[in-house]
């Protein structure tokens, strides 16, 4: 009875800040999405370095100080997979698969140096669908069966600004709102007499101010970038870092890296990037990336591979980006469902088109 009573308190009094389909750090906040672009994807979810595009509006808008007059459209599908492993035998698997996730930008030059932009991107997911049976102990018998659904999503609507400090650095900034909407409901059914039914539906909305600031030095052969992204109720603030170089006499490759951290000064959480792309011919060229955390958490360090194209027609460039990541954690969703480590992957495929207006 404690369990159950201590979950629906939980859920009353938090929403929807647990309930999150993902990884152990999502279950505050939702799921993350991190790729806005198959460029980004490729490359890792890349926030401070990477191409230029109007999706940088969401990562690193200084990279656009000098883009041309665009539009970019892109659209995923993500899949979660939640492996909760008791032993080698005794598994539960729990998956989703969302196809709702998408961005649009556009970019438009003012000259001089100076490029503005505006665009509308899906940056949380708060899907979740699992069942569980609950004990009081491992030992005994189950108390009962717990259901969990929820939905919703977190929305960032940004404009930004972006122009050359003294070449080759450059700095902008993104302005706007983040907005999150959310359902859940909780079911729990006794198999004792003595332990009563319970249920439990929330609904949530919040909007609040965001902002994203970065600086870029875009030189021939080198280049490297910082951005930040601010905190809000639902998200945590995240600082990136990272450079790349171009090697003409090794295939006119370009390789680089990129370390992120999530909430730096309190949990420091991180991610870095190895990424490289290679032209494969004059208008086409293929994106590679492995990922990797230190996942304190469960003692185990996630990992993740990424690859990808990026191809030019006329004035289109049509992509496509493919990420695969897993990480190890300890507890689950479910107070009372017992498990030695929980496994969780995600994979991103990813979609997308930018059209050059100007010249």
Known sequence: MK????FILILITCSSKILAFGYHDALTNGTVLGGFSPYTVALGTVRAVGASEPASI???????????????????????????????????????????NGMGAVVYPLGEGITVGAGLAKVG????????????DVYEDSI??????SSGEQIEAMGSFSFVVSDPLSAGISLGM?????????????????????SAFTIRENSEFAWHAGLALNGDLFKSGLSYSSETED???IIAFGG????????????????????????????????????????LESLVSVSFDDNRIANRAGFGFGMGFSGRVGRYTIGGGILNRFR????????????????????????????????
């Not at 459209?73 to 939640?82: D, F, K, Q, V």
């Not at 090794?250 to 990129?258: A, L």
């Open 125 to 136: 997911e708060y899907g979740y669908d699992g069942m569980a049976f609950l004990f009081d």
């Open 144 to 149: 009962g069966v717990a259901l969990l659904v």
């Open 235 to 237: 998200m945590e603030d």
């Open 58 to 100: 969401f990562t690193n808008p200084a990279q656009l100080s000098t883009h041309p007059f665009s539009i970019q459209l892109s659209g995923s599908s993500i899949s979660w997979a939640e492996r909760v492993i008791v032993s080698d035998i005794d598994k539960t698997l729990r998956t989703l698969v969302t196809f709702d």
């Open 178 to 198: 983040r907005r999150v909407s959310t359902e859940s409901d909780y079911q729990f059914e006794s198999f004792r007499i003595t332990l009563p039914d319970s």
């Open 328 to 359: 190890a954690r300890r507890n689950t969703n479910f107070p009372g469902e017992f498990a030695n480590r929980v496994d969780d992957s995600y994979t991103i495929l990813n979609l997308g088109v930018s059209y050059l207006i100007g010249n």
């Open 3 to 6: 369990i159950v009573s201590s």
């Open 244 to 283: 790349s170089a171009y090697a003409e006499h090794i295939k006119k490759i370009t390789m680089g890296f990129e370390a992120e951290i999530t909430s730096p000064f309190d949990k420091n959480q991180f991610l870095g990037k190895l990424f490289l792309t290679m032209p494969l011919t004059k208008s």
